[in-house]
């Protein structure tokens, strides 16, 4: 209605292709306020391609809309399909808003904004804390942007948070909360609020529909919104077309011109990308099983991006740029299909393409696929004392799949020599479609902000691939260690140590499983690190500072002239280093919904990832599986058995997938055969193999041993009944010899007892005898008991005799007559010649006395040894008698005058005369002992014949018990030969009763 009035306006444009020239008052196209976009080089491009932003009718449309609710400070949303730049768009309009004329020249240095991406695990917690840490106090209860900046708050993906139960967004009430009232409340102090100044704010969100949220209309209201369509078709080849022209056209390649053949097929690429591109979207639709088949301008991209990576001495003719964009393709359209199907069709169309744009010629020349890589070549060597160096990367055609297995088993054997490798060795089968697998990885860790996406189920290799690829080109490969108490706070420090690494010193591959999924919050910060670079709350102020500090040097090397030394600068400067070398390795499993589920709530896990989608392995892969675990083990049979067996493995597991799906399709239910379960059922074939050979070998010595051990048992009983016949003769003999023994101990045996009889007569007569002879002892002795007390007189009284005190009597002339018939006496007892032996009257002493012998006496006591004649007095003579016993009744008879005076005491004598007194005592007592003695002489005599008579008959017996012990030896011994021919013949009988029974076992 509005463009039939207007004059000079081409019929094909609309409307909105044409804006009024406020100066001139006409209309004018967009295209005169587009910028020419200028080629950065070959070099740079390639490290800035990721940020690159080419200027087009629908960019300057929207960026003038943006600044017209900029400067009246008015939200704006923008609103559109998945890949339409929407976010590119107001990042690089943000960006330059600093260098617009229509911003306050003291205003421009103070501009910043803060990008934040909601997710399906935004909360309203997580969004406020992510503001208040772009936020610092000014004044009373007011907060502004840090060091009075004025911020832009950009809300990526705004319709992402999760709708509740009610029909509500939480998360974006709290959103409508700021933008409308300017207002927070405090997190810490319920009640208490904060206003917001120098605050705008932005957004952008998909389309609604299609399974894709909407926003409330109460938070809507606040946005101006702006709808932005996939780019024309016009738009699409000045994206696109430009970089191509610049690079191979306008000389802007370092390495001089292309081949014009390259050049040539470079013009078509464009219109063969977005022809080829529009071809999938409109086959490749999505579905509950193809969710992920959404494709956008960024596979325009990553197709371009990939092209450029190549070196201008690769492009040798066209077919290499026609390989190299085939390959492209593959990588981003191919890789993310998964069905046979699927691939099928893109394998054929892709021909088509090549052959509707270049024709059928070159077509047919690249008609097979080829694989590109940039670690073919080995390092150059110009000195050999120098260090050795990188190789080249240079990324060109992979010449074959049989010599880059070569490469990546000396790269794997690197790796597993690796210090910090030693508990993660890799140890794969290198077939070809793992081979293919690197490769893709490779190319995904090599670019920059590249990160993959592992589709396949467990077992497929997608870990150790990946910690492989990241090897090839030294990358640090990280995975986090999941244990009962890993939570958030330990991933952030795992994300902030390789946040660090990768912006201040290198590479890192983070390897990601689905397993390691302990917590779906997990994925919204990852999905918050693919979409912005960065994670809310990751880094506090102090640890920011200090992240900011560690870059300024790094910074300052690589920016050169564009080095800027302000916080926000170096922060940004970190944020893009982080995501140009923080790679992500997503390893997922398609198997059940929690994938398609995962991917609906965090969009960035599909959108901002290249993905691989893991088949099942080729039958060609699992026989080279196979090859590599039987080839080498040993077994018993040939080598064309040992091989059909590996075609047979291979070709099991190929039936076992078949026969599932057959099974999907009657019962409508999945089983999974994985590449995990054929590793499984080839090492427990190897396990049972072992085990039953083991077997089977025991089994077979023990037959062979049994089978030896039967010839030796026939050889054993041969031999054995000649031994048995051997030992029965000897059994015979022995038995002869034990009769023979028997008799001749029985007749030893008679002997012995005779004579043992004989010895106990005797023994018995003896006994009689002896009772006899201790009768008569026994009286004898009692008498001479009697007669003790009278030599005990004796001997105390010979004790008490002093031999010096005879020397003094000795002297004297004529000592006391008690003392002269003391001595007389003693002479007597001794049988001492004496001079007078006869009585004399003594009238005045009024009785007879006898006439002493006091020289007799003197002689005895002038005699040295007269003392020891006295003490042997009782002692024995030759004969064996006693001195005292040789005292007859005549010597009795002679001393009887001298005992029977009055004065022959032991007190008169000690009064009268002390010295000789003991020899008084002794002389009596000497005769009271002869007095009984003279009694038991006879009884004495009767004993000692007794007992010679004894002495003899002991003799006897003593003969006789000699004889019987002779006899008794005798017998013992021919005893202990018949126990040993007993035992000797016992043992042949057992030997041979045991030789037997052998014989009959």
């Known amino acids: 209605m509005v463009k039939p009035n207007l004059k000079g306006l081409p019929e094909e444009d609309t409307i909105f292709e044409y804006r009024v020239n406020m100066k001139t008052d006409k209309w004018e196209h967009w295209q005169v306020s587009t910028q020419d976009w200028k080629y950065p080089g070959d070099a740079k491009i390639d490290a800035e391609f990721s940020t690159l932003f080419i200027p087009t009718v629908d960019s300057t449309r929207l960026n003038f809309l943006m600044l017209q609710n900029f400067v009246n400070k008015r939200p704006y949303l923008l609103m559109g399909g998945s890949g339409t730049a929407k976010t590119v768009t107001i990042e690089n309009f943000l960006l330059d808003i600093g260098n617009s004329d229509r911003i306050d020249p003291e205003e421009r240095e103070l501009m910043s904004f803060k990008k934040i991406n909601f997710s399906f695990m935004t909360s309203p917690g997580l969004f406020q804390t992510s503001l208040q840490d772009c936020v610092e106090k000014r004044q009373g209860k007011y907060y502004g942007p840090k060091r009075n900046k004025k911020l832009t708050l950009f809300i990526d993906d705004t319709a992402m948070p ?28 319920p009640g208490e609020s904060f206003h917001l100044v120098d605050m705008r704010y932005a957004g952008a969100m998909s389309t609604p529909g299609g399974g894709k949220n909407d926003i409330p209309n109460r938070l809507k209201r606040h946005f101006a919104v702006y709808n932005v369509p996939l780019p024309s078709e016009a738009s699409l080849n000045q994206i696109f077309g430009v970089i191509l022209q610049s690079r191979f056209h306008q000389g802007g390649s370092q390495y001089g011109n292309y081949p014009q053949g390259v050049k040539d097929v470079a013009d078509e690429v464009t219109k063969m990308s977005i022809s080829f591109w529009r071809k999938i979207q409109a086959k490749m639709l999505p579905t509950p099983q193809k969710f992920h088949y959404n494709f956008n301008l960024r596979d325009l991209t990553n197709i371009v991006q990939g092209i450029c990576k190549t070196e201008r001495s690769i492009f040798t003719d066209e077919t290499v740029m026609v390989n190299l964009w085939k390959h492209e393709c593959c990588r981003v359209f191919s890789d993310r299909f998964n069905t046979d199907d699927d691939k099928a069709w893109y394998d054929k169309n892709v021909n088509i393409t090549v052959s509707e744009h270049l024709g059928d010629q070159i077509m047919q020349q690249c008609e097979q696929p080829t694989y590109w890589a940039d670690f073919q070549r080995d390092p150059e060597i110009e000195d050999e004392d120098a260090e050795p160096q990188e190789p080249p990367q240079i990324y060109e055609p992979v010449e074959s799949l049989d010599e880059m297995r070569k490469r990546l088993e000396q790269r794997m054997l690197k790796y597993n020599e690796a210090p910090e490798n030693k508990t993660r060795k890799l140890s794969l089968v290198l077939f070809h479609a793992a081979i293919k697998h690197v490769l893709r990885l490779v190319r995904i860790l090599t670019t ?27 990358y640090k490969t990280f995975q986090i260690t999941v244990t009962k108490h890993y939570t958030l706070n330990s991933l952030f420090d795992d994300l902030r140590e390789n946040y660090t690494h ?68 170096l922060w940004r400067f970190f944020v893009n280093r982080v995501r140009s070398n923080l790679h992500f390795c997503l390893c997922m499993s398609p198997v059940g919904d929690k994938f398609r589920t995962r991917a609906r709530k965090f969009p960035s896990l599909v959108s901002g990832c290249v993905i691989d989608w893991f088949f099942p392995w080729p039958e060609a892969a699992l026989l080279d599986v196979s090859s590599a675990r039987i080839s080498n083990f040993t077994m018993e049979t ?96 022995a038995t002869k010899e034990t009769d023979a023994l028997l008799l001749e101990i029985t007749e030893a045996t008679g002997v012995a007892e005779k004579k043992e009889q004989e010895v106990g007569a005797v023994k018995e007569m003896l006994s009689r005898d002896a009772k006899k002879v201790q009768a008569v002892k026994d009286d004898a002795e009692h008498d001479l008991a ?19 005190a005879l020397q003094t009597v000795k002297k004297l002339a004529n000592p006391p007559a008690l003392v002269k018939r003391i001595t007389d006496g003693v002479c007597v007892l001794l049988h001492d010649p004496m001079e007078n032996k006869h009585c004399e009257g003594v009238p005045e002493k009024g009785g007879v006395w006898i006439k002493d012998s006091w020289e007799a006496g003197r002689r005895f006591l002038s005699d040295m040894n007269a003392m020891g004649r006295l003490s042997a007095f009782k002692g024995k003579d030759e004969g064996g008698k006693g001195l005292k016993d040789q005292i007859n009744e005549e010597t009795c008879e002679l001393l009887l005058p001298y005992l029977n005076m009055d004065s022959w005491n032991k007190q008169t004598a000690t009064k009268s005369a002390a010295d000789v007194a003991g020899m008084c005592v002794w002389v009596r007592a000497m005769y009271d002992y002869i007095g009984i003695a003279k009694f038991v002489q006879p009884k004495m005599e009767t004993l000692r014949a007794a007992e010679a008579d004894l ?22 011994r021919c005893q202990e030969r018949l126990d040993a021919a007993k035992a000797k013949k016992q043992a042949l009988e057992d030997d041979a009763m045991a030789t037997k029974k052998r014989m009959d076992v």
């Open 162 to 189: 999760e709708i509740n139960e009610w029909g509500d967004q939480i998360t974006n009430e709290i959103v409508r909360q700021v933008v409308e009232e300017e207002r927070l409340y405090s997190l810490d102090r």
């Open 448 to 474: 920059r902000r590249g990160n993959a996406l592992l589709v396949g189920v467990g077992g497929s290799g997608k870990q150790s691939l990946c910690r492989l690829s990241a090897s090839i080109h030294h």
């Open 502 to 569: 990768a912006g201040t010193k290198g590479p890192v591959a983070f390897l990601f499983t689905d397993n390691e999924i302990k917590n779906e919050g997990f994925l919204e910060y990852i999905n918050g690190f693919l979409s912005s670079g960065e994670i809310p709350g990751l880094y506090s102020t102090d640890e920011k500072d200090s992240a900011i500090n560690d870059i300024r040097i790094v910074a300052k090397k690589e920016a050169g002239k564009e080095f800027q030394d302000t916080g926000d600068w």
């Open 638 to 733: 040939d080598s064309l058995t040992k091989s059909r067996l590996m075609e047979f493995m291979a070709a099991l597991h190929r039936l076992m997938l078949q026969m599932s799906d057959v099974y999907f399709v009657q019962f409508r239910r999945s089983v999974f055969s994985t590449p995990k379960s054929y590793l499984s059922f080839l090492e427990s074939y190897l396990v049972v193999y072992t085990e039953k050979f083991k077997g089977i070998n025991v089994l077979a010595e023990n037959i062979g041993g049994g089978l030896k051990k039967l010839h030796q048992a026939g050889e054993d009983v041969r031999l054995m009944k000649i031994n048995l016949a051997e030992k029965e003769v000897n059994l015979q003999i």
């Open 786 to 804: 009697a007669a003790e007390p009278m030599l005990l007189a004796a001997n105390e009284a010979l004790n008490s005799i002093d031999p010096k």
């Open 951 to 972: 002495r003899v008959a002991n003799k006897k017996l003593a003969e006789k018990e000699a004889e019987l012990n002779i006899v008794k030896a005798e017998s013992a």
